[in-house]
């Protein structure tokens, strides 16, 4: 292979003010990214009172500490849409390519902290994007989910190309690509199919709920009255529904059932350990990650 001959002298003056450049640009995309996680902690507060965690001390909990994570599409839909000041940017999403025990892996954070992580057209556009890079590099995907499902300000513009979201979660099930969802809270609508779709899933106890509208609509639709809990909780959806494989009892323990129980060697990620199900130790079979 040829060897490439760079042109650039770093110690020319026009080499100079070029760097002087990029690092103020840099400057500004931290500092917008800064009134982002700003504007989440805002909602510490009453995360604590639920007795829950940020969407990204979920994701610190997650991620290897000390491993590289790279970021991507923090400012997706910057000023668009509803954003009007920047501050919720991101498309109600917080992604990027990480390692999980060892597992480099692509992992998605529902933005809860901010608008109820609903996803904007620009929030849709980047999971897509975030699923075809999963598809192209053979990457397993952990979601950790609390989602009030699509912005239905904008239903319009999102249901349709919505359901290609769907689609590739079948997708990548068909090649071997595992999908890991930890749903934290409540997931409504379209932010239900998702942990559905997934291969395996955490609930917490007493937080997690997964339904299409809820309790109130579905008084109104049918006269019928339940609670969060009957409809779609936790403890349904792992014990009766079938629907989730692991009961956790708070945020970290749903991070540590089995995003920190998952290995990965040569191309195979071997989901093993004790994982509560319905109070009963399981270890998940193998599964492979090329398809």
Same mark, same amino acid.
């Given at each position: 292979?040829?060897?490439?001959?760079?042109?650039?002298?770093?110690?020319?003056?026009?080499?100079?003010?070029?760097?002087?450049?990029?690092?103020?640009?840099?400057?500004?995309?931290?500092?917008?990214?800064?009134?982002?996680?700003?504007?989440?902690?805002?909602?510490?507060?009453?995360?604590?009172?639920?007795?829950?965690?940020?969407?990204?001390?979920?994701?610190?909990?997650?991620?290897?500490?000390?491993?590289?994570?790279?970021?991507?599409?923090? $400012?997706?839909?910057?000023? $668009?849409?509803?954003?009007?000041?920047g501050s919720s940017a991101g498309g109600g999403l917080i992604a990027?390519?990480?390692?999980?025990?060892?597992?480099?892996?692509?992992?998605?954070?529902?933005?809860?902290?901010?608008?109820?992580?609903?996803?904007?057209?620009?929030?849709?556009?980047?999971?897509?994007?975030?699923?075809?890079?999963?598809?192209?590099?053979?990457?397993?995907?952990i979601t950790l989910a609390e989602s009030g499902g699509a912005n239905?300000?904008?239903?319009?513009?999102?249901?349709?190309?919505?359901?290609?979201?769907?689609?590739?979660?079948?997708?990548?099930?068909?090649?071997?690509?595992?999908?890991?969802?930890?749903?934290?809270?409540?997931?409504?609508?379209?932010?239900?199919?998702?942990?559905?779709?997934?291969?395996?899933?955490?609930?917490?106890?007493?937080?997690?709920?997964?339904?299409?509208?809820?309790?109130?609509?579905?008084?109104?639709?049918?006269?019928?009255?339940?609670?969060?809990?009957?409809?779609?909780?936790?403890?349904?959806?792992?014990?009766i529904a079938g629907t989730a494989e692991y009961l956790a009892e708070?945020?970290?323990?749903?991070?540590?059932?089995?995003?920190?129980?998952?290995?990965?060697?040569?191309?195979?990620?071997?989901?093993?350990?004790?994982?509560?199900?319905?109070?009963?130790?399981?270890?998940?079979?193998?599964?492979?990650?090329?398809?």
């Open positions: 292979m040829p060897v490439i001959q760079s042109q650039l002298d770093p110690n020319s003056e026009q080499f100079a003010r070029n760097r002087a450049a990029m690092l103020v640009g840099i400057e500004q995309v931290r500092a917008l990214e800064q009134n982002l996680l700003n504007k989440a902690a805002e909602a510490k507060t009453k995360f604590d009172k639920r007795g829950q965690l940020l969407p990204r001390e979920r994701l610190n909990l997650l991620l290897d500490p000390g491993a590289p994570f790279l970021e991507l599409a923090s $400012l997706a839909g910057y000023k $668009l849409h509803d954003d009007k000041d990027g390519i990480g390692y999980v025990s060892g597992v480099r892996a692509l992992v998605v954070a529902n933005n809860s902290a901010i608008k109820g992580g609903t996803i904007s057209p620009s929030g849709l556009k980047k999971s897509l994007r975030l699923q075809q890079i999963a598809m192209e590099n053979k990457l397993p995907v239905l300000n904008y239903a319009a513009e999102i249901f349709v190309e919505g359901a290609r979201s769907f689609a590739n979660q079948a997708r990548m099930s068909a090649m071997g690509l595992p999908q890991i969802t930890v749903v934290h809270g409540s997931a409504t609508a379209g932010g239900a199919y998702q942990p559905g779709l997934s291969d395996y899933m955490v609930v917490v106890r007493g937080k997690a709920k997964l339904f299409l509208a809820g309790p109130p609509l579905l008084k109104a639709a049918t006269g019928e009255v339940a609670t969060d809990e009957e409809l779609g909780g936790a403890e349904m959806h792992a014990q708070n945020d970290a323990d749903g991070v540590r059932q089995y995003a920190r129980s998952s290995a990965c060697c040569h191309g195979t990620i071997n989901c093993r350990g004790s994982l509560n199900r319905s109070g009963k130790n399981r270890s998940i079979p193998s599964m492979n990650c090329w398809g």
